[in-house]
């Protein structure tokens, strides 16, 4: 069946520290892996995205990992800022006969202390 | 300038009205997409349209219909609104002729019904 789930619904970091954000998927058939960031009564925005025939991909401050075997992916922030709070999901899609339709994955929200 | 912009950003209603929620997207793209966001934060496609016609369309009751005037307006329109249609509802747009998956969201349309 479709879907994109994630291990933890709250993460709390300390400002200053790594964040990593997981991620499992279901479709084998996904090929196409986006993150998004939501904040507080705002619109999904798109932070970074992967292809499956790759396993990394970096950002600025941000990172991708895709683990097709596990079907696993993951975001990693780097030196999170307080700006960083909020809602992260994963989406998938498959961009053979592209329709566009994202699948979303259930949100982690990501708290950072000062 | 606003590249998915949706109106109201705010409502609140009755059981038993009818309302509408506009999108416009100024991005050029070819399909828009409409996606609710329950209490818990979980996104799920609606309908989609590629260039006026429709493309997906979940399981939704059909007292929800979508109208594309043009490749840039997507509106909802949602008859007899019940409790259970209180929700985030997000406008978004790609271009996946060209490949491209990526979806730009608007701000959302908070509906409230009482």
């Known amino acids: 069946g479709e879907s994109v789930g994630l291990h933890l619904p709250t993460l709390s970091v300390q400002e200053g520290d790594n964040s990593i954000i997981n991620c499992a998927y279901s479709n084998s058939a996904s090929d196409y892996f986006i993150w998004y960031k939501q904040e507080s009564g705002k619109g999904p925005q798109f932070i970074i995205d992967i292809r499956s025939n790759m396993d990394k991909r970096q950002g600025q401050r941000v990172t991708v990992l895709l683990n097709k075997t596990v079907k696993h992916l993951s975001l990693q922030i780097a030196a999170t800022q307080p700006g960083d709070s909020a809602v992260y999901f994963c989406?998938?899609?498959?961009?053979?006969?592209?329709?566009?339709?994202?699948?979303f994955g259930q949100g982690t929200t990501l708290q950072v202390k000062p | 300038d606003t590249a998915v912009s949706q109106t109201p950003k705010y409502l609140v209603t009755q059981m038993g009205n009818d309302k509408s929620i506009k999108c416009e997207q100024n991005?050029?793209?070819?399909?828009m997409y409409w996606y609710k966001q329950d209490s818990k934060k979980f996104l799920k496609i609606m309908f989609s349209y590629n260039n006026k016609e429709l493309i997906i369309n979940e399981t939704v009751p059909n007292r929800f219909s979508p109208k594309s005037p043009d490749k840039a307006h997507l509106n909802l329109h949602i008859n007899s609104l019940e409790l259970g249609d209180s929700a985030v509802y997000f406008c978004a747009s790609s271009h996946i002729q060209m490949g491209n998956t990526e979806a730009f969201f608007g701000q959302g349309t908070r509906l409230t019904v009482v």
């Open positions: 989406a998938e899609n498959t961009l053979s006969g592209n329709t566009g339709k994202l699948i």
């Open positions: 991005l050029g793209h070819d399909t």
